[in-house]
Structures are given as C-alpha cells and as structure tokens.
C-alpha cells in the first residue's frame, strides 16, 4: 500500500471519529446544528417558556434586521442560538389588539380586543392554556393596554402591572423576573414580561443618548415628551431633519439600553442552569412611525410596514434549530401555536394562526398577514404584496419593487387588487365566538398611563 493511500485512509477514519464524538458528546441543541432538518424531536413538555415583548420595537432598527447603528448587539449574538425570521407582521399596529392576537391566535376583530374593550374572558389565553396543562404563570409587565383590566391577567397565577410611576424599562421587569425565579425554583412556568420602554416619550438615560447623539443643536430637548410629538403631529410645530434625527436618536437610545438589559436575563439564565430548558420568544407588539408617511415618533394610525414589521426571535429548548433563518412570512398569531406544539398541547380549533414547526423543519407555508386599525383599516399582506382598505380608499403595494409602499398600484393591477380584497374579506368573517361590546372600566391611575402613552388625550 503506497503512503498516498495510508493518508487517505487514515484521514477517513479520523473524520469519522471525529463526526461520532460529535454524535455522543453533543447536546440536542447542538446536534441540530449537525441535522437541523428532521433532527431529534422537537416537543419538550416540561420546558420553561419566556415571552418578551418589547413595546413599538420595529424590527429594521435592531443590527440583525439590517440597521447598522450598533442599537442591539447582544440580540444579535443571541440570534446563534435561535430561530430568526425575517418577515414576521403584527396583526394591529397598536398595543391592545396586537397583544390579544399573540395570547389568543385570532385576529383583532374576532377577539375584538380594541379600543378600550377588554379581551373578552371566553377566549383561551396562551397562559389559560398552559396553566391547565401544569405551568406556573405569571407576568411583570408595564400595564396601560395589557394590565389587567383589559382581560390580559387571564390564566396567570400572578399578573403584576407596574404603574405609570415606576417608568418602566426591560431592567426593571427583568430584575423582577430573576427575584421570582430565585424565590420559586421549582416546577416549569411560563413568565411573559412587558416593557413600554422604546415607546414615546422617549427619554434614555444621557450616557445611552450620547451614544447615538452627533452633536445636535437644534431647538428640541434631550427627551421627547408625548405633548411635543402631538405638537408635532398636529403641525403646530415645524421640525427639520437634524430635528428627525435627534428623535431617532432617542428612540435608538432605548433600545440600546433595552438590549443591555436582555443579556442580563440570558446571562441569569444560564448561571441557574435554566437556558437549556427554556423556550424564549423576543418579540413586539408594533413598531413606530417617523416620518414614512407622515407621522413622527407614532403609531395606530396607518397600516404600513414600519408599524407592522416586528421583531421575532425564537430560542428553542436545547437550542434546537439554531442559526435558522426563516425568510417566509410569520405573523403574531402564530406564536401561540407554535409554543403548544413544542410543549406537546394540542391547539384549539378556533385558532387562526399555524404552528411554524413545519417552516422550521424546512416545509413551505403560504401564510396571509391581516392586520387591523380599528373597524376602518385593513390589510393582507403576502411576501411580495400588500393590499390596504382605510375608510373607502384601497391600496395596493409592490412590496419588492417599491418597500417603502409609496406608490399605489390600485388602479394598475385592478386584478390582484380584486384577488386580495377577496381574500381578506373572506378571512374577515367572523367565528362563532360573539364579541362582547362592553369597554373596561378605567380608574384615574390607567387613564394617566395611556394619556401619558399618547394613546388617549
């Protein structure tokens, strides 16, 4: 046997030793990263599940979306070990409806949480369901539209809704989180935390700020307040763009400190030997507009892609899938389903969104975003297209052609305009669920959060 044939026989069977050391000595989680498709099973009914969201995060303003300012380096390393989708689309562009679609897997009219009527107690919550199946429950959030008394505290053994006093930031929920998880070490739960902290008015801490700030001068202080945006917005006050900037810069301020603050629960997570079992869904409920189409450092008022394209990064027990990218559209409702089938749930019938496993796995599925602003905005939207009815004015978007959806294309292809109108109205039917009408019943404390959030006057 000549010396050449030696070396290629001994470099085979030390590759094979190699990839069989490989198979014996890694996690599941990293076994999936050698067989990401059809690997090992992907159910794991005793896992923990976190779902974070953070409120008005748009997904274009995170470094893994494609923004380069450096405003979230630590979920950009995160993203290694997680499923990452590209195209994930909220269900409403405001913080009621849009978080009762992820809790219920319905979209906003079938829920019909939404203009200060509660999520009706005859709907399953993700957290009823998972309750009922041995989970501890319970959530730290900011309150406004998800405490309590708009139907969020469903299913929750505790729901604790911080008040307008307490300026809540992801630090602050996540120091909440860690005390609990110290005092109940034992048996899963599900914890959903909640901050309001990149949403108006904006007011970062001055060492995050000079972060972003390159030297504005201009007329506008260092926090932007709700009453300076409606002066703004009401064009009571004329901004020019080193005045946008300066806004932006606050905005990007928040999410930086936002960022820093997520590591700190990973981190935590992985000291108490928790990661590896846990589910952690980073998610928002809207992103923000500044000046797209009008508005500036808003939402709830228009059904374009910088207040419906959000953020959605899934890690899953044992890490399962990482450093998956999934370019297909996902939208809110399918968080619900997803997180059931990996703790091995069956989901209710009456949900609208799917399951992402099969995605995940490597199967195509053709999924149709409707998303909705009250009773007269509504859109469907495909990869490539998006068709928008507000009032009697219709839209139709070339999403690949034009993304910044600033050409109507309505009257040029009157064909697919009439196949999408079709579509969303048929999906628009409703269930069999009736909707009760009844509004929550808000005391001066809420009335002063959601004032001070720009969501009432």
């Known amino acids: 046997?000549?010396?050449?044939?030696?070396?290629?026989?001994?470099?085979?069977?030390?590759?094979?030793?190699?990839?069989?050391?490989?198979?014996?000595?890694?996690?599941?989680?990293?076994?999936?990263?050698?067989?990401?498709?059809?690997?090992?099973?992907?159910?794991?009914?005793?896992?923990?599940?976190?779902?974070?969201?953070?409120?008005?995060?748009?997904?274009?303003?995170?470094?893994?979306?494609?923004?380069?300012?450096?405003?979230?380096?630590?979920?950009?390393?995160?993203?290694?070990?997680?499923?990452?989708?590209?195209?994930?689309?909220?269900?409403?562009?405001?913080?009621?409806?849009?978080?009762?679609?992820?809790?219920?897997?319905?979209?906003?009219?079938?829920?019909?949480?939404?203009?200060?009527?509660?999520?009706?107690?005859?709907?399953?919550?993700?957290a009823e369901i998972l309750s009922q199946n041995g989970y501890r429950t319970v959530s730290f959030n900011d309150g406004g539209y998800v405490s309590e008394k708009f139907g969020f505290g469903q299913g929750f053994d505790l729901y604790h809704s911080f008040p307008k006093t307490s300026r809540g930031t992801l630090k602050n929920r996540v120091n909440n989180a860690m005390k609990w998880i110290r005092e109940n070490p034992a048996g899963k739960f599900f914890m959903f935390l909640h901050t309001y902290e990149v949403h108006h008015p904006y007011t970062p801490a001055e060492d995050y700020l000079a972060l972003f700030d390159s030297g504005y001068s201009g007329g506008l202080p260092p926090h932007i307040t709700r009453d300076l945006l409606l002066e703004i917005n009401d064009n009571e006050l004329a901004i020019d763009e080193s005045d946008k900037k300066h806004i932006i810069d606050t905005y990007d301020a928040e999410i930086k400190s936002m960022d820093e603050s997520f590591v700190v629960l990973i981190d935590f997570l992985k000291k108490r030997e928790l990661y590896d079992n846990t589910m952690i869904i980073f998610t928002s409920d809207h992103g923000e507009e500044f000046g797209e189409?009008?508005?500036?450092?808003?939402?709830?008022?228009?059904?374009?892609d910088e207040v419906l394209h959000v953020p959605l990064i899934v890690k899953f027990p044992d890490s399962l899938f990482s450093s998956t990218v999934i370019g297909q559209q996902v939208r809110t409702i399918d968080i619900l389903p997803t997180v059931l089938e990996v703790c091995g749930i069956p989901e209710e019938k009456i949900f609208e969104g799917q399951s992402l496993i099969k995605m995940v796995k490597g199967k195509n599925q053709r999924l149709y975003a409707v998303s909705e602003m009250g009773g007269y905005g509504k859109s469907i939207r495909t990869s490539a297209w998006k068709y928008c009815r507000v009032h009697s004015t219709e839209m139709l978007f070339d999403l690949e052609a034009n993304p910044e959806e600033s050409r109507n294309l309505a009257s040029e292809h009157p064909d697919r305009k009439t196949r999408l109108k079709g579509l969303l109205d048929s999906l628009l039917i409703k269930p069999y669920i009736t909707v009760p009408e009844d509004k929550a019943k808000l005391d001066k404390e809420t009335l002063d959060q959601l004032r001070d959030l720009g969501y009432i006057r």
């Open 293 to 304: 189409h009008g508005m500036m450092g808003w939402h709830g008022t228009t059904l374009f």
């Open 1 to 126: 046997m000549t010396m050449q044939k030696k070396f290629i026989i001994f470099a085979i069977v030390l590759f094979l030793s190699v990839a069989l050391s490989a198979v014996l000595f890694k996690t599941p989680g990293q076994l999936s990263r050698l067989f990401p498709i059809g690997g090992p099973d992907h159910r794991f009914p005793d896992c923990n599940i976190i779902l974070i969201s953070i409120d008005t995060l748009r997904a274009d303003h995170l470094g893994c979306y494609g923004y380069s300012r450096g405003t979230s380096p630590n979920i950009d390393r995160f993203l290694e070990e997680c499923v990452f989708f590209e195209q994930h689309i909220a269900n409403a562009p405001r913080t009621l409806p849009s978080h009762a679609s992820i809790f219920t897997s319905l979209i906003p009219s079938h829920h019909g949480a939404d203009d200060d009527r509660p999520l009706s107690e005859g709907f399953l919550t993700m």
